[in-house]
Structure formats: structure tokens, C-alpha cells
């Protein structure tokens, strides 16, 4: 399964755009990036994915670069409430009667503050 | 209804006791997840329910127990738990098992004593 690696923490202005990054430099042609996020004492939240196209959904822009070896999760105007450890996940190859296995790395914490 | 709802909030559990963990979904899901998540931690898989049938054990320990009684429900049987089997115990549901948009509930936050 392909690894990533993400800062442990970053701060943002309220208002800014917050922009993750993310590692995954052995990812494979057939694998996903999927972004979640969890919010103090709450459950994980699923924000966006993209395979190698530039995905823009309600919530967030995914920036995935050409060689699709690093993405960029790209909170457009950040709020106190987009505090969060935001995951980024690389989706291993779908395994019949595998199910839909997500393996969560360490995150990076962003910090809104005012 | 996009809720994933688990109960209890918290628990509280002696080692020799006896307890179950539930989790509901009625967005007609046909996969549903176990994780749990240590403090300061990443969630980690435990189970995985696929059209009610158990489809990925992550080599759990067999004082962790699940149940899938219909494709709404979940639970997680608990016996003779360790202190260190303290954490908080995330339920998910997916439309099915080849979707990896996961929607999580809240939690039970669990301590062992």
C-alpha cells in the first residue's frame, strides 16, 4: 500500500486559504487520493478524492500534481470550525470481499486561529 | 438522513464485565466498520461487514466480538477487556464495500478499569 506523508501540524488565518500537503510518492496508476478530517471528539469526516484530475467539491479543492506523487488539499477561506486533524489516504486497490479498508496515517493538525 | 449513530456516548467497564457497543444507520448502507482509536492516535480498522456478513477481521482479539444482526445494525460485544482496550470505538457505514466515502459516527469513548 502506497504511504504518505503529511506535516504533523500547521496554523491558518481565519479567512485564509489553508493548504495541506501531502506525500504519496509510491502511489500506482489505479490508486486514489481520498482526504477525511476529524474534528475534536467526533467521528471522521470524508471531504473529498481525485485519481489524477483536479477535484473541487462544497468543502474543498484537491490539487493532485502531474506525476501524482504529492496532492494539495486546498481549504479556500478557513473558519475556526475547519480546525481539525485533516488525513490523507491513498486508497490500496479494491480486493473482492476485501471491503472498503481505509488505513488512516498520523494527519496533519491544522489550527484556525483568529 | 446521512447519521451514523452509536450509543452508548461513554461507557464505563470493570474487566470482568459485560457489555455491547450499537451502532444504526438508515441510509440503506450495505457495508458497515468497526475502528477504534487510541489517544492522540489515528483511527484503526477493526471489522468489516459486508451485506451482513463478516468480510475483514483485522486479527482482533476474541474479547472484541461483532454482530451484525440486520443491514442497519451493528454491534460490538465486549468480555473480559484489558484497561489498555480503552479508547474511543468509531462505527462507519459505506454505500458498499467497494466505496471508500465512509460515514462515521460519533463514537463511544470506552474505559476499561
Known amino acids: 500500500d502506497a504511504k504518505t506523508t503529511q506535516p504533523p501540524s500547521m496554523d491558518c488565518a481565519e479567512g485564509r486559504a489553508a493548504n495541506l500537503p501531502c506525500n504519496h510518492s509510491t502511489i500506482s496508476g489505479n490508486e486514489y487520493v481520498y482526504w477525511y478530517r476529524q474534528i475534536h471528539s467526533q467521528g471522521p469526516q470524508y471531504i473529498i478524492h481525485?485519481?489524477?484530475n483536479n477535484e473541487t467539491n462544497e468543502m474543498a479543492s484537491l490539487i493532485i500534481t502531474e506525476d501524482r506523487k504529492s496532492s494539495t488539499l486546498i481549504l479556500p477561506h478557513a473558519t475556526l470550525r475547519d480546525t481539525a486533524v485533516y488525513y490523507c489516504?491513498?486508497?490500496?486497490?479494491?480486493?473482492?470481499?476485501?471491503?472498503?479498508?481505509?488505513?488512516f496515517g498520523q494527519g496533519t493538525e491544522l489550527s484556525v486561529k483568529p | 438522513d446521512t447519521e451514523v449513530t452509536q450509543t452508548p456516548k461513554h461507557l464505563v467497564m470493570g474487566m470482568t464485565n459485560k457489555k455491547s457497543l450499537k451502532c444504526e444507520q438508515h441510509m440503506g448502507h450495505r457495508a458497515m466498520y468497526w475502528y477504534k482509536q487510541k489517544a492522540k492516535k489515528p483511527p484503526e480498522l477493526m471489522f468489516v461487514?459486508?451485506?451482513?456478513?463478516?468480510?475483514i477481521n483485522e486479527s482482533v482479539p476474541s474479547r472484541f466480538s461483532p454482530e451484525c444482526p440486520n443491514s442497519s445494525l451493528l454491534n460490538l460485544h465486549l468480555h473480559a477487556l484489558q484497561p489498555e482496550d480503552s479508547a474511543l470505538y468509531l462505527c462507519a457505514s459505506s454505500q458498499e464495500d467497494r466505496s471508500y466515502e465512509q460515514y462515521f459516527g460519533p463514537g463511544t469513548r470506552l474505559t476499561v478499569t
Open positions: 481525485g485519481l489524477k
Open positions: 461487514y459486508s451485506y451482513e456478513k463478516l468480510s
Open positions: 489516504i491513498v486508497r490500496p486497490p479494491f480486493i473482492y470481499n476485501q471491503g472498503g479498508k481505509l488505513i
